[in-house]
């Protein structure tokens, strides 16, 4: 189990944030829409260019090259990037016949073009697409904001489920006061320039 910890971090107008997630944990980070939320997750996947230290268990980011570092800390953020025509072409050979059943596709997806997806369809797969890369850390920015109730359970259900399985130390951006409540087990809120710890994660 590896923790990711956040030491005195500094990018754009956020200062001196601190804070340990736990390998298997999920921290929450809420605050306005602006606030700097998706700038953090960038700075944690050495994306940004920010002050502090970042760790990685026993591992500095600054010791490790970014493509190292982003490939044991991955980001899946609020709008995925795909690369290939056909949805197959993103998934290894296992994860492409390993597909939870929990994320509402049939195997054809594999076959399917990426153009038709739509974006809660493209949401769910980048997620599965992270998890296929075995990652200690995973930095999600809003994951279910295009799935409608039932399907955001259901993925929060089984996420929860990989997370404490592969104890994946996860950073988790949310806005719904309920699934933070549901998934957090801790959570902090950004409030001007400062990161604070909210009470009742449970
Ligand atoms: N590379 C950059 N250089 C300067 N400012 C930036 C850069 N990237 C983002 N910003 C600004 O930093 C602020 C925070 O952006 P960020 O995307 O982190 O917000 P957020 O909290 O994730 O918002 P939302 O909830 O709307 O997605 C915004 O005002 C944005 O315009």
């Known amino acids: 189990m590896t923790d990711l910890v956040l030491e005195n971090l500094s990018v754009g107008t956020l200062s001196n944030v601190s804070l340990r997630v736990p390998g298997g944990e999920v921290v929450c980070v809420s605050g306005p829409s602006g606030s700097g939320k998706s700038r953090l997750l960038r700075a944690v996947a050495d994306l940004e260019p920010h002050d502090g230290r970042i760790s990685l268990g ?26 290939f025509d056909d949805v197959g072409g993103h998934f290894p050979d296992e994860a492409k016949a390993g ?6 596709f049939s195997p054809e997806v594999m076959g399917w073009s990426v153009s038709r997806l739509s974006s809660g369809e493209r949401q769910r797969l980048a997620i599965w ?44 951006v949310a806005h719904d006061p309920a699934q ?23």
């Open 129 to 172: 697409r992270a998890l296929a890369l075995e990652p200690e850390a995973l930095l999600l920015d809003e994951p279910t904001a295009n799935l409608d109730n039932d399907s955001t359970e259901a993925l929060e259900t089984w996420l929860l489920d990989e997370i404490r399985r592969r104890q994946i130390a996860v950073l988790w």
């Open 58 to 83: 026993d591992t500095a980011q600054l010791d490790v090259p970014a493509h190292q570092w982003r490939s044991r800390v991955v980001m899946v953020p609020a709008d995925s990037q795909w690369w």
């Open 99 to 104: 597909l939870p059943s929990a994320l509402g």
């Open 180 to 202: 933070i409540h549901r998934v957090a087990d801790a959570h902090y809120r950004i409030h001007g320039t400062t990161l604070e710890r909210v009470d009742g994660g449970h």
